[in-house]
């Protein structure tokens, strides 16, 4: 369904931005680190001029690099997002779950939501509300959502 309507979501809530954030700058950074490591090591194997040694670390330097931006650019544009909730659906991104096809509220949390103190609810199979902050329990206003939509 893609509604394309003027009305005003009924509440936005917020992605807690820290734990979406942070997580997902710093893991690719350290496993590019890692990988550049095992092409320094691998190149040093190859028996390369100085010149040439020196250009191929350089060309895997510059990938990492423009790889890393990118990644942070996306990272912090799906921060900025919200999750709209309407009279009907709830809409995140490009992905929308009417509120008639939600068949579970199940909280779940990881590592990464534990230290953050964030944690995510799935609604079922293909749609998780993620990064929700752990002193907002948003599970009641869901079910009186969902309640109201089961009447028209």
Same mark, same amino acid.
């Given at each position: 369904?893609?509604?394309q309507?003027?009305?005003q979501?009924?509440?936005q809530?917020q992605?807690k931005?820290d734990?979406?954030?942070l997580?997902?700058?710093?893991?690719?950074?350290?496993?590019?680190?890692i990988?550049?490591?095992?092409? #320094?090591?691998?190149?040093?194997?190859?028996e390369?001029s100085?010149?040439? *040694?020196?250009?191929?670390?350089?060309?895997?330097?510059?990938?990492?690099i423009?790889?890393?931006?990118i990644?942070?650019?996306?990272?912090?544009?799906?921060?900025k997002?919200?999750?709209?909730?309407?009279n009907?659906?709830?809409?995140?991104?490009?992905k *929308?779950?009417?509120?008639? *096809?939600?068949?579970e509220?199940?909280?779940?949390?990881?590592?990464?939501d534990?230290?953050?103190?964030?944690?995510? #609810?799935?609604?079922?199979?293909?749609?998780?509300?993620?990064?929700?902050? *752990?002193?907002l329990?948003?599970?009641?206003?869901?079910?009186q959502?969902?309640?109201y939509s089961?009447q028209?």
């Amino acid at each position: 369904m893609d509604h394309q309507d003027i009305t005003q979501p009924l509440y936005q809530l917020q992605q807690k931005k820290d734990r979406l954030i942070l997580p997902n700058i710093i893991i690719p950074l350290l496993l590019s680190i890692i990988f550049y490591l095992g092409v #320094l090591l691998n190149i040093s194997f190859l028996e390369l001029s100085g010149k040439t *040694e020196t250009l191929a670390k350089l060309i895997v330097l510059i990938i990492l690099i423009i790889l890393n931006i990118i990644g942070i650019i996306s990272v912090i544009q799906k921060s900025k997002k919200n999750y709209l909730f309407f009279n009907d659906r709830l809409v995140f991104d490009n992905k *929308e779950i009417p509120y008639k *096809e939600i068949t579970e509220m199940k909280e779940q949390q990881n590592l990464f939501d534990k230290w953050f103190g964030t944690y995510s #609810l799935k609604l079922n199979p293909k749609f998780t509300i993620k990064s929700i902050p *752990e002193e907002l329990k948003i599970q009641n206003y869901i079910q009186q959502l969902i309640s109201y939509s089961k009447q028209f």
